[in-house]
């Protein structure tokens, strides 16, 4: 099994910063993508940033420009840097990571594993 930690929400006023960030743990042999999500009262949950195995990233249009989604591969973690934050970046934002573990007796498989979500609160 996998497991993800997340640290890092909390309360910003408008135009601040913040930073999360996500740790794995496990019999990890990869990780092949890392990703934020975030999901806001009454709304679908939705992609922030994700970032491939080969340093390829991809944002959300509403973020562009303003959030940072970096990964360190030796630490198993995720980070997602937010600046110039507005109040409708408020939700909880999720980490969730892909890629394969060790199984009992060595089997290689596959895992998808998200983490408890940790809010991000933006006053105006």
């Known amino acids: 099994q996998v497991q993800l930690v997340e640290s890092g929400g909390g309360l910003v006023q408008a135009g601040g910063s913040l930073r999360l960030s996500c740790a794995a743990s496990?019999?990890?042999?990869?990780?092949?993508?890392m990703a934020w999500y975030r999901q806001a009262p009454g709304k679908q949950r939705e992609l922030v940033a994700a970032?491939?195995?080969?340093?390829?990233?991809n944002y959300a249009d509403s973020v562009k420009g303003r959030f940072t989604i970096s990964r360190d591969n030796a630490k198993k973690m995720v980070s997602l840097q937010m600046n110039s934050l507005k109040p409708e970046d408020a939700a909880v934002y999720f980490c969730?990571?892909?890629?394969?573990?060790?199984?009992?007796?060595?089997?290689?498989?596959?895992?998808?594993?998200w983490g408890q979500g940790t809010q991000v609160t933006v006053s105006s």
């Open positions: 969730n990571q892909v890629g394969k573990y060790f199984g009992e007796i060595g089997r290689l498989l596959d895992f998808a594993s």
């Open positions: 496990g019999t990890i042999s990869v990780i092949n993508r």
């Open positions: 970032i491939t195995s080969g340093g390829s990233t």
